[in-house]
């Protein structure tokens, strides 16, 4: 039986006063909240929606898929707004999400005229399934995301070429980690910059970190979901040749630039959050099961003390 | 005796847009267009590898197309074969150093007319190499003369280690030492 599920802002974003890290955990809430509601096709009903950003919009794409792989039927999703007037729809039409989401959902609600979203604050929402994918994504990495470090976030050059290829790593590891059994890997990423800070989402729907380091080492089939996160970032957990550093480097570079690393996969969310100054250090969030794993990276001015809530607004992120 | 040096332009195998170093399987088909080209060398000949032609490298690549290459030298596997990295800007800095130092290894680089030493190698050891670019070439006695070694040995072994990560060449034969004994003279890259 169809389920309606009215989507609103996540009131624990203003409730907890943390609004940075909370933008980050708003993907959570739109799944955990939404999913168990929608039985069967179901409806998500956007049309409250007044601010999102692309955690949000790539969480709502990624709901989308998850019903469809779930009951085999699309969700009807009604747009945020009712018509042209709305600078949300927008937006995330702009940045690729409606195009994405057509794939994924019945979407209702008229298209707004496009505004050029995809300037160099942006990377539209990209997705992955293969190493090509990847290599555009690089293109788009260098070219945009480089420069934004460097002029607007303060990297050094050379750490901005770390930030810019370890993006491109996570994004590599959609393609040969994420895979299924028998299928084929996909994924998504998108990145906002703001006046002081940069924000990066990168999504797959695959086999998440936990279920494939049990698959490999016997040793973590007893640890938590929560553990196993903290494991894969340190070094050399995830690859036959103990090779891996991707998080283990993406880890380090978040510590250097004071910000938000957030991971989600399996039973558990871990917040490595360098950011909130009465927040520091890694949060375990058990949190209901998620199919594959969620990265969301928070990257603020690096003499930045304080950011967030103002940052958002000021920059408009509609 | 002079090295011979060959330039070779890295070229990543299997990627679609050109230029993209990454991943472990591409970077194995580089390693081994690669050390294709060096068992073609004759011994005492240096590969400088040219990296212009690559606009992305990962750890992954760099481990596959620098280390292992490396280490197979290291190993023996082609004796009196060495390489010299050229052309490489920050972003494959970055990962190339990476994969050295997880692996212990390290590679001399030229750059601008300028030289580097990339990767795991204490101090004294780069100073080594150093004086031995200085002067061209340096043996066992010089060096402890140079670096005020108690003895020659030690000089004698460190110079040995450095030969066998092929980041100094050796003269082929050992020149004779005033009264009495032979040494090796061993030769920089540079």
């Known amino acids: 039986m169809s389920e309606e599920y009215k989507i609103t802002t996540d009131k624990r974003i203003l409730d907890d006063k943390i609004f940075d890290t909370d933008i980050l955990g708003q993907y959570d809430y739109i799944y955990d909240e939404a999913f168990p509601f929608l039985n069967s096709k179901g409806r998500l009903d956007l049309r409250n929606i007044k601010f999102i950003n692309p955690y949000g919009a790539l969480g709502i794409l990624i709901l989308c898929e998850a019903i469809l792989d779930s009951f085999g039927e699309k969700a009807d999703l009604l747009l945020p707004g009712s018509s042209d007037e709305s600078e949300v729809t927008s937006w995330m039409g702009s940045l690729g999400f409606l195009n994405m989401l057509q794939g994924v959902a019945n979407v209702i609600g008229v298209s707004p005229p ?3 979203f995809n300037g160099p604050s942006y990377i539209p929402v990209s997705k992955i399934d293969n190493l090509e994918d990847v ?57 906002q910059a703001y006046k002081s800070s940069l924000k990066l989402a990168v999504m797959d729907l695959g086999k998440g970190i936990p279920k494939t380091v049990k698959s490999k080492y016997k040793l973590y089939e007893k640890r938590d979901d929560g553990d196993i996160i903290c494991c894969a970032c340190k070094k050399g957990i995830l690859c036959e040749d103990h090779f891996s550093l991707g998080l283990y480097r993406t880890l380090e570079i978040i510590k250097g630039g004071r910000g938000i690393l957030n991971i989600r996969s399996g039973n558990a969310k871990m917040l490595f959050d360098y950011h909130n100054k ?41 | 005796m002079s090295l011979k040096k060959v330039s070779f332009k890295v070229k990543e195998g299997g990627s679609v847009n050109e230029g993209f170093l990454m991943t472990r399987e591409r970077g194995r088909k580089t390693k081994e267009v690669i050390w294709a080209k060096i068992s073609e060398l004759s ?32 190993a023996g596997e082609c004796p009196d074969r060495f390489i ?60 402890q003369e140079e670096m005020n070694y108690k003895t020659v040995n030690e000089a004698s072994t460190k110079l040995g280690l450095l030969y066998k990560k092929c980041l100094i060449a050796r003269e082929p034969y050992r020149e004779a030492v005033v ?3 032979r040494q090796f003279r061993y030769i920089s890259l540079i």
């Open chain 1, 278 to 318: 009465n927040s520091v250090g890694n949060k375990k969030i058990p949190t209901p099961f998620f199919l594959g794993t969620q990265i969301g990276i928070y990257l603020p001015r690096k003499e930045q003390k304080r950011g967030g809530l103002e940052d958002e607004f000021e920059e408009g992120i509609f």
């Open chain 2, 43 to 74: 011994p005492n000949t240096i590969l400088e590898m040219d990296f212009s032609n690559i606009k992305f490298m990962d750890v992954s690549g760099a481990d596959e197309a620098v280390v292992k290459i490396a280490a197979r030298l290291e």
């Open chain 2, 84 to 143: 010299v990295l050229s052309h490489v800007d920050l972003q494959h800095k970055e990962n190339i150093e990476t994969a050295l130092k997880v692996n212990k290894k390290a590679v001399i680089v030229k750059e601008d007319g300028s030289w580097y030493i990339w990767g795991d190698l204490i101090s004294s050891y780069k100073e080594i190499i150093h004086k031995i670019t200085e002067k061209g070439s340096m043996t066992a006695r010089e060096i």
């Open chain 1, 135 to 191: 290599e555009n994504v690089v293109v788009e990495l260098f070219s945009k995301v480089r420069p934004i470090l460097i002029n607007k976030l303060n990297y050094k050059e050379e750490e901005s070429y770390r930030a810019a290829t370890l993006i491109a790593e996570l994004c590599q590891n959609i393609c040969q980690h994420s895979a299924l059994e028998g299928e084929k890997p996909h994924g998504y990423i998108v990145m």
């Open chain 2, 179 to 181: 009264g009495g004994g």
């Open chain 1, 114 to 116: 496009l505004y050029n």
